[in-house]
């Protein structure tokens, strides 16, 4: 019998999370069921569950599947990153790694993806295990992006008396606010994100002084009477 191989098994793998992550979009987790997920691939029960023995497993691989895709994102960010300003490559990869796993799955729009993201939080109140999956993945996003900003307090880009996860616990606050607006509201872009963080990290420009008031006859009277 021929050996299947490691990339064969990957992409199978693969196609039941996005078919999954595509169900669960539509209808949300708990309405969604196993069968719904042998439709949506094609697949049969038995191939499924070669890979995964229930939902709540599917679930928290497809939550992982998402952090390790914004987490690499911004791992390959860090080359040669303080050449662009951090604004740029924070909201690219945030917009860049929503758009691709959404594209990746078969989800109409990143928009659709961030409600998805939204419902995996949500478990997380109730399924203990998918919480400690995404706890660490958080502790190591965290490491992701702790290299990052050191990359631009090295080149003098950022502040140093700032401590450095102070910084990341901020940044990924604030990413973490964007896929919430995304997923409820709309109507944000990563150029929302990107001109926002600009306006917040740039000083204004100072106001230009008063043009000098000419002597005139005042022989420097500073009433400007006459002398």
Request: charged share 25%; net charge negative; glycine share 8%.
């Amino acid at each position: 019998m021929a050996r299947v191989s490691q990339a064969h098994l990957d992409a199978r793998r693969q196609q039941i999370l996005d078919g999954a992550s595509r169900c669960f979009t539509r209808n949300g987790f708990h309405a969604t069921s196993m069968q719904d997920v042998f439709q949506e691939t094609g697949l049969s029960s038995g191939a499924v569950y070669r890979y995964f023995r229930s939902k709540d497993e599917l679930i928290k691989a497809v939550a992982i599947d998402a952090f390790g895709s914004v987490r690499e994102s911004f791992a390959r960010a860090t080359q040669g990153s303080p050449d662009r300003p951090l604004e740029d490559v924070i909201s690219g990869v945030l917009g860049n790694a929503l758009a691709e796993q959404a594209r990746q799955a078969g989800i109409d729009d990143s928009s659709a993806y961030a409600k998805l993201i939204l419902q995996v939080w949500g478990e997380t109140l109730r399924d203990k295990p998918l919480a400690a999956a995404l706890t660490e993945g958080y502790e190591e996003m965290r490491l992701v992006w702790a290299d990052l900003i050191r990359t631009y307090q090295e080149a003098g880009r950022l502040r140093t008396d700032v401590p450095v996860d102070d910084i990341v616990r901020t940044l990924m606050a604030v990413a973490q606010g964007f896929i919430v607006q995304q997923a409820m509201f709309g109507g944000v872009t990563s150029d929302t994100l990107r001109n926002g963080l600009l306006a917040l990290s740039t000083a204004p420009a100072p106001t230009p002084a008063p043009a000098p008031v000419p002597d005139g006859d005042t022989d420097g009277d500073p009433e400007g009477r006459p002398a």
